[in-house]
C-alpha cells in the first residue's frame, strides 16, 4: 500500500517535471524572434546545441557521481568534493596565461590532467584511511583550497587576461554550434560503455573492501572506475565550465526517486542530472535576456545544490558519516613538561616576526628600515597580528568544541559569511564605503553563526554534520562570488583583494578594534578553560562533570564566530590560520585546555604577520594578499595533517 | 560583545576623505596615479606620471599615448604599494571612485584627488572633460586640458562631417571574451557617448550597467538586424577563426557580414579623453561602414 503510494507520487512528479520542462521548452522556442531563417539558425547553433549540452553535461556529471560514490562507497564523493573542479581550473588558468593557444585548440587536455593531479593528491591522502568518507571529503576540500589559492594568486596577477575564466568558473552553457556538443557527446558515450563493462567490479565494490577482495576483484577495477569518473567530470568541466553539485546531487535524487538498486541509479542518476541542469537552464532562458545573460547555468546550479547538500546530510544515513571514527585530537610530537618555556618561546617568535613585519620593508632603492614607511606599516601589522589572535582562538575553540583537529572558522563556513555579506553589500551600494562593508561582513558571520547554531541545536552538535555543513556553506560562498565575477564589474578587482584577504586597507581605528577583538576573545575564552578542558571527553563524561552542555556549546560557538568576524575581515574568508594555529600548538605540546588557547592564539598572530610581511615584499611592488599565503601555506599544512594521521591514530 | 563591537564598527562609517584641490600644492609636478584612464589623460597633457599601477597592463590595453619606460611601477590597481609609493614622494595621488577603500591610506602619503569619470550619470564622456580640465588647473596646464578638450572634440566632429547625413546604420561595439560571450558597450560607456556625440546610433538599447557595458550571449545577437559592426582588439583566436571561416552562430549572423564588421586596434573602453578620440579617429577609417545600404 505504502510502496504503492510512493510509486504514484514518483509517477506523478515525473509527470509535472515532464509538463514544466516541455511547456518551458515551448515557450522558449517559441520566443526567439526574427525571420524564419534567423530563427532556424537561431535553433539549429544555439538553442538544441545549448539543450542537448545541458543533457549531457548533467548526464555525465550524474554518471560521475554514481561511479564516485559507489567506487569509494562514500555518500559525499562527487567532482565538486573531490577537487576534479579546482584542478581543472587551476590548469586552464595556467594555460590561458600561458599557452593561450594551445588553451584555445585543446582545453579538454588541460582540464583532465589538471583534473587527474588533484584527484591524485586527494587519493594520496584519502587512501590511508580507505574507511573514511569525512577524510577524503576534507581532503578533497583542503586540495582544492591549495589549488585554488595559487588558481588565486595568478587571477590576481593577470585578472583583466582572464575574463573568459571568469565566465567558464561560473559554467554558462550558451553554445554556438555543434563541435563542443559532439566532443563532449564522445566521452560521455565513452564513459557509458566503460560503466557497462565494469558494472559488476562496481556492484561489488559497493559490499566494501573486504568482500571485494574475497571476491576476487581485479585492483584494476576501481581505479579505472574512477578515473573514468574524473574523465567525465572534467570533460564536462572543459566543455561548459563548472556546473556546481550536479555530480553530488543527482545520484541522491535518484535515490530520492525510489532508485535503491545500483543497476537502477546507474540509469536514474544521468537522467535526473539531464533534467536538473536542462531545467535550470531552461528556467534562466525565462528571465528577461539581460538578466539571464548576467546568471551563468552552472553557478546558478551551486546556489541552488548548495544548500541542498546541507539538506541531504540531513538524509544521509548517520552510520555512513561516522563510522570514520572519532577522530582523537592527540598528535604526534613529544609532551611538554613546561607549557609556561614554549609558551615563552612562542611569544618570542611572534615578537621576531611582529620586529621584522614593522621594521624591514622594501622600497625601489631595495630592503631597508624606511622608517617614514613605519606610520603605515603599523595599522598592517596590529591588524595582522589581531587577526592571528582571534583566528587562533577560533580555532581552538572549535577544535575543541567537536573534538576533532580538522574544524576551524574557516571549515565551519563563518569565513564564507562574512564574505557574502561583504558581497552583498558591494552588489546593493555600487560606492560602500568601508564602513558599510564592514556592516555586512559583519551580518554575514552572525547569519552563518545562527545557521550553525540552528543546525547544531537540532541535530545535536554531529561533529561531522557540521562540518560539511559548512563545506556546503563555502560552496554557496564560491558560487556567489564566481556570479559576481562573471558579471564583469570592475569592481571585482576589489571584492577579489578582500577575499583574498588583504591588511592593505585596514586604517589605524580599525586596526584596534580588530586586535582588541582579538584579545577580548582570548581572555574571554581563558574563562571557559574548564569547559574547553571537559568538552574534548564528549557529552556523557561533560555532563557527568556537571557542565550545562549546551549553554556551553552555545557560548563556546558564539565566542568563536565574534573572534572569527573580525579577523575573516583582516585576512579573508578562507586563510587556514584559525585551523593551523591549535595544531602548531598542539605540536609544540601543549595539549592542556589553557595552554593551547594561548599557543594558539601566539601561533596563529604570528602567523598571519609573518606571511602579511612575505605578500608585502616578495614581488613588491606588486603585493600578494596575507590571505591567499595563509590559505597556501595552511591548506598545505593541514595536507600532512592528513597524512600524517595515520601515523597518529 | 557583538553590541559592542558592531557599535565600533559602525563607528568606523564615515571613511570618506574629502580633499580639496587647494590641498594639493599649486603646479604639482609629481603626479602618481592608479588609474589607466587617468594616466592617459595625464599623458596628453604633457604631464608624466611618477609612478602608475600594472603598468604592463596600461601597455597592453590602453596602449596609446605610449608610457615612457622610466614611469614607476607601482604594483596591483586595487592595492598598490605604499611604500613604493612614498619613495617617488608625489605631491598628488589620483584615483577613481572605485577605489574609495583605499584612499583613506593613500592619503597619508599624499593628498588624494579622486576623479569620477564612470558615474549613475551615466556621462562619462562630459565628465572626461571637466576631469581634463580639472587636472589642468591643478597641474598648471590649463591650456593644454583647453586644447585636448577642443582637440577630441574636433576628432569627434570630424568623424561626424565624415558620416554625415548619411550615417542612418547604427552601431554596435563590442569586445569578446571568448567565441561565446562578449560585453557590448551600451549608454553609460564612454563609446556610446562618442557615437551620440557624432550623430550615430547605439545598435545595443538594453538596459545598462553602471559602467555601461552588458554581457551578451552571442544568440543574443541576431536580435540585431541592421548595424555596422566594431570588434574590438584582443579578438580570442576562436572568433578570429569563426569570422573568417563564416562558421558557427557568430559567423553567420548577417550583421557580420564581411565588410560589415570592423576589428578596431585595441581602446581603453574605461579610459577618458584620448580613448574617445583614438576611438572616433578609429570610427573615421570605418566611415563607410555606417551608410545606409551598405553590404547586409
Redesign the interface.
Known amino acids: 500500500m505504502l510502496h504503492d503510494r510512493r510509486r504514484l507520487a514518483i509517477l506523478f512528479a515525473g509527470g509535472v517535471y515532464l509538463l514544466l520542462a516541455a511547456g518551458l521548452i515551448a515557450t522558449n522556442i517559441a520566443d526567439i524572434?526574427?525571420s524564419e531563417a534567423?530563427r532556424a539558425?537561431?535553433l539549429d547553433?544555439?538553442?538544441w546545441p545549448r539543450l542537448t549540452v545541458s543533457l549531457l553535461a548533467g548526464a555525465a556529471l550524474g554518471l560521475a557521481g554514481v561511479l564516485m560514490q559507489q567506487a569509494l562507497q562514500n555518500p559525499l564523493a562527487a567532482p565538486e568534493t573531490l577537487g576534479v573542479n579546482a584542478g581543472a581550473h587551476l590548469a586552464l588558468t595556467v594555460g590561458v596565461l600561458a599557452a593561450?593557444?594551445l588553451h584555445?585548440a585543446h582545453p579538454e587536455p588541460l582540464a583532465i590532467a589538471g583534473a587527474l593531479t588533484a584527484w591524485g593528491l586527494i587519493a594520496a591522502i584519502g587512501w590511508r584511511r580507505r574507511a573514511d568518507p569525512t577524510t577524503l571529503i576534507l581532503s578533497g576540500f583542503v586540495v582544492s583550497f591549495a589549488l585554488g589559492s595559487v588558481s588565486s594568486l595568478l587571477t590576481?596577477?593577470n585578472q583583466?587576461y582572464l575574463?573568459?575564466m571568469f565566465?567558464w568558473g561560473a559554467g554558462?552553457l550558451?553554445?554556438?554550434?555543434w563541435t563542443g556538443v559532439e566532443q563532449l557527446a564522445l566521452r560521455v558515450a565513452v564513459g557509458a560503455i566503460v560503466t557497462a563493462a565494469l558494472a559488476r567490479p562496481l556492484l561489488i565494490l559497493g559490499f566494501g573492501e573486504q568482500q571485494a577482495k574475497s571476491l576476487g576483484l581485479s585492483k584494476l577495477s576501481k581505479p579505472l572506475l574512477l578515473a573514468t569518473a574524473v574523465l567525465l567530470s572534467a570533460s564536462v568541466a572543459a566543455a561548459v565550465g563548472i556546473i556546481g553539485f550536479v555530480g553530488l546531487a543527482a545520484p541522491h535524487l535518484a535515490r530520492v526517486l525510489g532508485a535503491e538498486k545500483l543497476g537502477e541509479r546507474l540509469v536514474a542518476a544521468p537522467l535526473a542530472g539531464a533534467g536538473l541542469v536542462l531545467l535550470v537552464d531552461q528556467l534562466i532562458q525565462r528571465l528577461p535576456?539581460?538578466q539571464a545573460?548576467?546568471l551563468p547555468t552552472g553557478a546558478v546550479t551551486a546556489l541552488i545544490g548548495a544548500p541542498m547538500l546541507i539538506f541531504l546530510l540531513r538524509r544521509v544515513p548517520r552510520l555512513m558519516l561516522e563510522t570514520g571514527g572519532r577522530i582523537v585530537t592527540r598528535l604526534g610530537g613529544g609532551s611538554a613538561g613546561r607549557p609556561m618555556v614554549v609558551l615563552a618561546g612562542l611569544a618570542i617568535l611572534l615578537a621576531l616576526a611582529l620586529a621584522l613585519a614593522f621594521l624591514l620593508?622594501?622600497?625601489?632603492?631595495g630592503f631597508g628600515l624606511?622608517p617614514?614607511?613605519f606610520?603605515?606599516r603599523l595599522p598592517r601589522v596590529v591588524a595582522a597580528c589581531g587577526s592571528g589572535l582571534g583566528l587562533g582562538v577560533a580555532g581552538c575553540l572549535v577544535q575543541r568544541l567537536f573534538a576533532n583537529p580538522m574544524a576551524s572558522p574557516e571549515i565551519l563556513g563563518i569565513g564564507g559569511g562574512v564574505a557574502m555579506g561583504l558581497i552583498a553589500v558591494l552588489l546593493i551600494f555600487?560606492?560602500a564605503?568601508?564602513?558599510?562593508?564592514?556592516?555586512g561582513a559583519?551580518v554575514g558571520a552572525?547569519v552563518v553563526t545562527g545557521t550553525i547554531l540552528l543546525l547544531g541545536l537540532d541535530r545535536g552538535f554531529t561533529p561531522e554534520r557540521l562540518l560539511l555543513t559548512g563545506i556546503a556553506i563555502t560552496a554557496l560562498l564560491d558560487a556567489s562570488s564566481l556570479l559576481f565575477l562573471?558579471?564583469?564589474?570592475?569592481?571585482s578587482?576589489?571584492v577579489?583583494?578582500w577575499l583574498s584577504g588583504?591588511t592593505?586597507?585596514?586604517?589605524p581605528?580599525?586596526a584596534i578594534?580588530v586586535l582588541l577583538?582579538g584579545l577580548?576573545g582570548l581572555a574571554?575564552s581563558a574563562l571557559a578553560c574548564r569547559w574547553l578542558e571537559i568538552l574534548p571527553l564528549g557529552a556523557g563524561v561533560a555532563t557527568g562533570l556537571g557542565v550545562p552542555l549546551s549553554a556551553a556549546r552555545l557560548a563556546v560557538l558564539v565566542l568563536a564566530a565574534?573572534a572569527t568576524?573580525?579577523a575573516a575581515l583582516v585576512v579573508g574568508p578562507m586563510s587556514f590560520v584559525g585551523l593551523l594555529a591549535p595544531h602548531l600548538a598542539g605540536l609544540m605540546g601543549l595539549r592542556r585546555a589553557g595552554p593551547q588557547l594561548f599557543g594558539s592564539a601566539i601561533a596563529g598572530a604570528a602567523l598571519v604577520v609573518f606571511a602579511d610581511w612575505t605578500g608585502?615584499v616578495v614581488f613588491?611592488?606588486?603585493?600578494l594578499?596575507a590571505g591567499v599565503l595563509s590559505v597556501l601555506i595552511g591548506s598545505l599544512a593541514a595536507m600532512g595533517v592528513l597524512l600524517g594521521r595515520k601515523a597518529a591514530s | 560583545m557583538i553590541a559592542r563591537l558592531l557599535a565600533s564598527l559602525l563607528a568606523l562609517l564615515p571613511v570618506l576623505p574629502a580633499v580639496a584641490d587647494e590641498a594639493v600644492p599649486a603646479h604639482a609636478e609629481r603626479v602618481a596615479t592608479i588609474d589607466w584612464g587617468t594616466a592617459e589623460t595625464l599623458l596628453a597633457l604633457g604631464v608624466t606620471p611618477v609612478g602608475l599601477a600594472e603598468t604592463a597592463g596600461y601597455r597592453d590595453w590602453v596602449g596609446s599615448p605610449a608610457l615612457p619606460p622610466d614611469v614607476a611601477e607601482l604594483g596591483l590597481r586595487a592595492t598598490p604599494s605604499l611604500e613604493y609609493l612614498a619613495a617617488l614622494k608625489p605631491d598628488v595621488i589620483l584615483s577613481t571612485p572605485q577605489f574609495t577603500a583605499i584612499e583613506p591610506v593613500l592619503g597619508k602619503i599624499a593628498p588624494v584627488i579622486s576623479l569620477a569619470t564612470y558615474t549613475d550619470d551615466l556621462e562619462p564622456y562630459r565628465h572626461a572633460q571637466e576631469n581634463t580640465r580639472r587636472l589642468g588647473a591643478l597641474l598648471g596646464r590649463e591650456q593644454a586640458a583647453t586644447d585636448l578638450v577642443a582637440a577630441t572634440d574636433a576628432r569627434i566632429a570630424k568623424l561626424k562631417d565624415a558620416v554625415g547625413a548619411a550615417a542612418t546604420r547604427p552601431v554596435l561595439v563590442l569586445y569578446f571574451q571568448d567565441d561565446r560571450h562578449a560585453w557590448v558597450f551600451c549608454r553609460g560607456s564612454l563609446f556610446d557617448d562618442v557615437l551620440k556625440r557624432a550623430g550615430l546610433k547605439n545598435a545595443w538599447t538594453g538596459p545598462d550597467n553602471f559602467w555601461g557595458f552588458a554581457n551578451a550571449g552571442v544568440d543574443r545577437l541576431f536580435a540585431i538586424r541592421d548595424a555596422a559592426v566594431l570588434v574590438i582588439e584582443p579578438v580570442p583566436p576562436a572568433v578570429r577563426a569563426k569570422l573568417e571561416a563564416r562558421d558557427g552562430l557568430l559567423g553567420q549572423l548577417p550583421v557580420f557580414a564581411p565588410g560589415n564588421h570592423a576589428i578596431l586596434p585595441s581602446v581603453w573602453g574605461f579610459g577618458g579623453l584620448p580613448s574617445a578620440g583614438r576611438f572616433a579617429d578609429q570610427l573615421l577609417q570605418h566611415a563607410e561602414l555606417f551608410e545606409r545600404g551598405h553590404a547586409s
Open positions: 524572434q526574427g534567423v539558425l537561431l547553433y544555439a538553442y593561450p593557444a584555445a590576481l596577477l583583466q575574463a573568459s565566465i554558462s550558451v553554445e554556438d554550434g535576456p539581460d545573460a548576467n620593508g622594501r622600497a625601489p632603492d624606511h617614514e614607511a606610520a603605515w555600487a560606492d564605503g568601508a564602513g558599510l562593508q564592514l556592516f559583519t552572525l562573471a558579471l564583469g564589474d570592475p569592481r578587482g576589489q577579489l583583494a588583504s592593505y586597507w585596514v586604517e581605528d580599525f578594534v577583538a577580548a574571554l565574534i568576524a573580525a608585502r613588491a611592488p606588486t603585493e594578499p
